[in-house]
């Protein structure tokens, strides 16, 4: 069964502070790992990656993949109350469709 | 940007009775569509794999006869829950890409769904 953990499934910080959220995985068969925000409804894109230790960076928030130690890290520096969601790591597999496996997600919540 | 557009947003229904909901891709062809179930506090569970013109395909521990899928059209697929039960009750989203199987998703806005 592919699996796909993060942690901490939980995490409460306060404005300013610099969060990161884990995603290991024990499959090696994907294309992609990819990143989400979920407040709401629907998932949020925020980052894909498919290269060792290539850190891709969007503002405050920053993601890098490790695929010899199968885990992927996702950063958030001078974190705001707007960042309070779901964060969502999912594994692309190209070979089976195109389905997205998703982890548990990690639910932030940044207090003022 | 394609839209995904999933109706409804949101549906309570009698125990017993089936839902339908329909997830259509707005200005693109998809030939392949996801449906997720995602529980208060967890994520998105992927249920099944809809394919146009072909029978969908199943997670592990998904029940099929429960959870029927519709692909009729390349832009339409619907997900029937029949004989809904309360413990049914979930967030029900919708995914499909453009063209070949691709990293760029997109999801509908969901379907809640509460049965009494």
């Known amino acids: 069964e592919d699996k796909v953990v993060q942690s901490p499934l939980s995490l409460v910080v306060h404005e300013g502070d610099t969060v990161t959220l884990n995603c290991s995985y024990e499959?090696?068969?994907?294309?992609?790992l990819l990143w989400y925000k979920q407040e709401k409804k629907a998932p949020t894109f925020l980052f894909m990656l498919?290269?060792?230790?290539i850190e891709k960076k969007s503002g405050r928030l920053s993601s890098i993949l490790d695929k010899k130690e199968l885990f992927s890290i996702l950063n958030i520096t001078a974190t705001q109350t707007g960042d309070s969601a779901i964060y969502l790591c999912a594994l692309f597999f190209y070979n089976q469709g195109g389905k997205l496996i998703f982890g548990q997600g990690t639910e932030l919540s940044v207090k003022p | 940007g394609a839209v995904v557009s999933q109706h409804p947003s949101r549906v309570i229904c009698k125990s017993g009775t089936s839902v339908k909901i329909e997830c259509r891709s707005l200005d693109f062809q998809a030939t392949t569509m996801f449906w997720y179930r995602q529980f208060p506090k967890q994520s998105l569970m992927l249920m099944a794999t809809?394919?146009?013109?072909?029978?969908?395909?199943?997670e592990q521990g998904v029940e099929k006869d429960k959870f029927l899928i519709n692909h009729a059209s390349l832009t339409l697929s619907t997900l029937t829950v029949t004989s809904a039960h309360p413990e049914d009750s979930s967030f029900y989203i919708c995914?499909?890409?453009?063209?070949?199987?691709?990293?760029?998703?997109?999801f509908g806005s969901g379907t809640q769904l509460s049965v009494l």
């Open positions: 498919t290269s060792s230790g």
């Open positions: 809809s394919n146009e013109g072909s029978k969908a395909t199943y």
């Open positions: 499959v090696t068969n994907f294309r992609s």
């Open positions: 995914s499909a890409s453009r063209g070949a199987p691709n990293e760029k998703l997109f």
